[in-house]
């Protein structure tokens, strides 16, 4: 038996009397909190960079996603590194902007980015020895983009997570640990860099590495237990990992 209360009816084409009522809550959200409640059909689409691998696109969705966080992680020697390269090429083919920020100070020669279809004259490469410094880049970048009003994908790529260091763990002691500082640094550098990379729909791809877990459990058919440098922050950030 139907309910006499108006609000709970439901009319013969399936909508509800409430309908009205939430479109008026949800306008209501959005001029308190903002664009970002109460989110609407269209607010869904999310727009990726295709990597021209058409199985890894596939697989992702559509390719790397536009202003949010990818983390890669894996083991040493296995493409990583040329990976990020061959991302900035994509980039200049769609005609937007690739930053490598390089904290391992490996990026290679010339030829190594001309090999992957990069035209070093028309990105930004830069050799980052503090956290604080290539986050502060990658914030830079968002309000480049977002400044200019750039229409065309803008990807930055950090390579990599694992050569963060800060500038208290330089100037430390050798005998100090300064592990829990890094993390702390980079716990903070991806909560600012993500909802900068949102507001200026910014990706950026993270590259990783992979370490045994200290007093991990040995498993006899996977081995040793795997874990990735900087803390837990990125592992849950990163919309893609």
């Given amino acids: 038996m139907a309910k006499k209360d108006k609000d709970l009816q439901v009319v013969s084409n399936g909508t509800s009397y409430l309908d009205d009522d939430l479109d008026i809550f949800r306008k209501e959200l959005k001029k308190e909190f903002g664009d970002s409640t109460a989110l609407e059909d269209d607010d869904f689409v999310t727009a990726f960079i295709p990597t021209g691998i058409d199985p890894l696109d596939y697989y992702l969705g559509g390719g790397i ?13 296995c493409g990583k590194s040329s990976f990020g390269i061959y991302m900035l090429g994509q980039i200049q083919k769609q ?16 030829f190594r980015f ?5 035209d070093t004259r028309k ?10 410094k290539a986050f502060m880049q990658i914030e830079r970048v968002a309000n480049y983009v977002q400044k200019k009003q750039i229409s065309v ?20 002691d050798y005998d100090s640990g300064g592990f829990p500082a890094t993390a702390r640094m980079i716990k903070k550098g991806v909560q600012r860099v993500k909802l900068m990379c949102k507001e200026s729909n910014l990706a950026v791809l993270f590259i990783n590495q992979t370490r045994v877990k200290m007093g991990g459990m040995v498993n006899p058919y996977t081995g040793q237990e795997l874990t990735s440098p900087g803390g837990d922050t990125l592992k849950f950030q990163a919309i893609t990992r």
């Fill in 123 to 132: 990105c930004i490469v830069s050799v980052e020895d503090l956290a604080e």
């Fill in 114 to 118: 001309e090999n992957f279809g990069v």
């Fill in 153 to 172: 994908p803008s990807l930055v790529v950090m390579d990599s997570v694992a050569g963060l260091t800060t500038r208290a763990e330089l100037e430390a």
């Fill in 65 to 77: 996603p536009q202003g949010k966080l990818t983390e890669i992680v894996g083991k040493e020697g």
């Fill in 95 to 110: 005609g937007g902007l690739g930053v490598l920020i390089d904290t391992e100070n490996g990026a290679g020669d010339r």
